[in-house]
């Protein structure tokens, strides 16, 4: 469901007429960038905060879930979004038809396994639950976390796209338990762990680096991404707004504000 946070929803309509002909990233049409909650739309708020500076004004427009902001983009109610990695919207655009391209690199938010009831993987009982997302990248990304910690052995050559289905062996018979990502903190105490990104986890008091059983690398495929339809790939605004998330200062806020649980991949 679309959230207010930044912008009202009477301006997700179409600009009014006496913006039509204004510059984007004006007073008068400011550009509008989807983001999620937590993590990207704090990063988006520091982003805006140093745009603003030099006279370009931006506007973030705040979701819960992973689908509505390519949705709105497509609709026209989004000039750009700031929140998924490129596995997310390659299938997004194989299963929905959008023609849209990213313009730049936001931030790293590492997947990490959490439990609240044991301290290490190697503890699960036979039969343990762990949650993962129900969304096919964030899944699959999740099953190869799980499986590279040693909780269960996925068939030969699996990758982002793995499923359930791919589990090879499981000689614990661990329960693998499908949760819409953002649901998941609030899960853990029915369930022996969850896997879980850095935006979720973070604002939740969980950090990747400092409470999680397992954890991606740094050199993970998973860096978020400034998106735009194609028709706007080299349009001046667009290359602004991803010229913001590589601004020193943004990047030095990230590693500050975050403690190494998000990495700036601007």
């Not at 750009?80 to 690199?105: C, I, M, S, T, W």
């Not at 819409?180 to 850095?198: C, H, N, S």
């Not at 339809?229 to 602004?240: C, D, I, L, S, V």
Request: hydrophobic share 45%; charged share 20%; net charge positive.
């Amino acid at each position: 469901m679309l959230r207010r946070s930044l912008l009202t929803l009477p301006a997700l309509a179409a600009a009014p007429a006496w913006a039509q002909g204004a510059e984007l990233g004006t007073a008068a049409r400011p550009l509008r960038v989807g983001v999620t909650q937590g993590v990207h739309a704090q990063t988006f708020e520091k982003v805006r905060d140093v745009l603003a500076r030099g006279g370009f004004i931006t506007r973030a427009v705040e979701f819960g879930d992973f689908i509505q902001p390519n949705a709105a983009l497509q609709a026209g109610d989004l000039d750009a979004n700031a929140y998924q990695h490129l596995p997310f919207l390659e299938a997004q655009k194989a299963q929905r038809g959008y023609d849209f391209v990213p313009v730049g690199r936001t931030v790293l938010t590492l997947m990490g396994v959490f439990s609240r009831k044991h301290r290490d993987l190697a503890a699960l009982p036979n039969g343990a639950r762990v949650a993962i997302p129900n969304d096919p990248t964030n899944g699959g990304r999740a099953l190869l976390l799980l499986a590279q910690a040693g909780v269960f052995r996925l068939r030969p050559g699996a990758d982002h796209r793995a499923t359930i289905a791919d589990i090879a062996e499981n000689p614990k018979r661990i329960r693998i338990v499908e949760l819409e990502a953002a649901t998941i903190v609030r899960a853990l105490d029915d369930v022996d762990a969850g896997a879980i990104t850095g935006n979720y986890a973070v604002p939740a008091g969980l950090n990747p680096l400092r409470d999680a059983l397992a954890r991606e690398n740094e050199q993970s495929v998973y860096t978020c991404l400034v998106v735009v339809r194609r028709a706007n790939e080299n349009a001046p605004w667009a290359q602004r707004l991803a010229a913001g998330y590589r601004d020193p200062e943004v990047k030095a806020w990230v590693e500050t504000t975050f403690g190494g649980a998000v990495i700036s991949g601007g």
